[in-house]
């Protein structure tokens, strides 16, 4: 019998959920809205629910071998979601084991940005790779470290969490209460507020996608912002291959997929930033994970690992 | 037979060595100049003579399991020294392979700080611990991580340079090229330099030693010297728990020796600056190395490990 894992990614508005073959094939994908449900046990068992009916179509070739779960404030050593502040749920909530529970077999949990590192390692352009840092460029900038094969948690599962260091000490206010911190410049939010502030205008209607199109048809401002961030984002990774020398940085999300707009001012920042002996030998690269399938990928790779 | 390794620290100036047993005992230790030879053939036969004449004194007892080697720019992966500014061999130097030719066991060579981290987990005050981070506070700024009980090597053996994480784009000139690396303010180096800046006096007779002096007779310029360094340090080490979230960092060196003076500003900044998920938990402690033999009893400790 294939085995199958099932990929589940907690978003604090979707729960996107699939079930995934060793080579990375997703047999099945389907998603609920997250904040449908104010009891962490009434979304299992609606996903569970999902699962099950669906599992049947596969039930005479397959396996379910196990639950692989990413979640914002996930915490792998304990299988809990602790004090997410997206999310609806009050305090700790043991998420793997109410997966556990309810589907009958093991189930894996960790933070979105680490699941999303370990799909690239299992399924991605990491394969093969023992060392390297997966940066994921969405709302905020979430990472994940490998190091020597295997995930970083750290004494406390919360290691990873390079969009919180600081790059100004008076720099921009950060969603969690500090300034400076790398994701206010570098992230979707991040890129929208340089191009705010270098157009004098704080319009809502602003997002990424405009400045995308803006960059796309010449823009100065645009492609301003696009090199601001770059260029920052470029000092904080050249300062992160002196923790753990990757031989290569992955980069996921949305504003990955401007392509060359932040790739290039990124490694040039980068090149320039680097000490010596790391210079010319660390590859930035677009994450090889689909974008609109990564999540659960990675959620499922949690379990063939 | 008691088994003994042989710990080996290669400095610029002299090389000091020693046997050690399982439990961190130096029985036997000595030094001789490292710049004395032009050919690091003769220092390791010149080093070996040493050990091997002093050796005979346990013959009866003991057991040679190895040497350990503490190198500036040491290759933990090829058991090479390469490109050592301070040494004056030339090249890629194979360091292990010639001791372990010359005493005929087996050699473990690593970089000088990655060793002091190892002789930290082996017999000093992070044993038991499986995530930490040693700094050393001397002439420049070196560290080892571990995570997972491992020492963080990456992709080349080079990773744990926190020294030159760039603090400051626009900051201090730094020995590697580049500027505002965490090493041209959090290093003896680094603190003369700002008390030079705050007294405006760049007399080549002031170090470290004098500014302690000044700072126990209660002069400001020396306090703030202190001050500012732990600054720095604090918010660099708060950026650090964002990488590999260690149960507790450990400073080792000179500057560490100056007690509460680099310890509480470096702290107080630490708390300030941690993200909220990490504050409260993560200790900052002096090395319970023994300060002239950290060094030796870091290299035996990679053939204990």
């Known amino acids: 019998m294939k085995k199958l894992a099932a990929g589940i990614d907690i978003g604090g508005t979707n729960t996107v959920f699939g079930l995934v073959d060793s080579s990375g094939n997703i047999l ?6 997250t904040t449908k449900f104010l009891l962490p046990e009434d ?5 569970a629910s999902h699962i099950q009916k669906d599992s049947l179509l596969f039930i005479d070739k397959f396996e379910l071998l196990g639950v692989g779960i990413g979640a914002p404030n996930g915490n792998f050593f304990n299988g809990t979601v602790e004090f997410a502040p997206n999310l609806k749920w009050k305090g700790i909530v043991p998420l793997a084991k109410l997966f556990s529970d309810q589907l009958n077999c093991k189930a894996v949990l960790t933070n979105d940005a680490k699941a999303a590192a370990m799909g690239e390692m299992i399924f991605g352009g990491a394969q093969g790779m023992k060392d390297f840092i997966f940066i994921t460029l969405g709302t905020g900038l979430g ?3 490998v190091v020597n094969g295997q995930l970083v948690y750290g004494h406390d599962s919360f290691a ?3 969009g919180h260091v600081i790059m100004f000490s008076d720099g921009r206010a950060c969603g ?6 790398l994701e206010t410049y570098c ?5 929208i507020k340089t191009y705010q502030q270098l157009i004098k205008n704080d319009a809502q209607t602003i997002d990424s996608k405009y400045i995308y199109d803006q960059a796309q048809i010449g823009d100065k401002y645009a492609l301003e912002a696009f090199n601001f961030s770059g260029d920052i984002l470029g000092l904080a990774l050249a300062n992160s291959v002196a923790y753990t020398s990757p031989e290569a940085i992955f ?6 997929l401007a392509g060359d707009y932040i790739f290039k001012p990124t490694i040039e920042s980068f090149e320039k930033n680097l000490l010596r002996i790391y210079k010319n030998k660390i590859k930035i690269l677009p994450s090889q994970l689909p974008s609109n399938n990564g999540a659960v ?5 949690l379990v063939f690992f």
Chains 1, 2 share one sequence.
């Open 143 to 145: 990472s994940g470290i």
């Open 28 to 33: 099945y994908k389907d998603a609920i809205p």
């Open 176 to 181: 969690c209460g500090r300034n400076g911190c």
């Open 160 to 162: 990873g969490e390079i």
């Open 297 to 301: 990928l990675g959620a499922a790779s």
């Open 251 to 256: 980069l996921f999300g949305g504003l990955a």
């Open 187 to 191: 992230s979707a939010t991040g890129l």
């Open 43 to 47: 979304l299992v068992k609606a996903v």
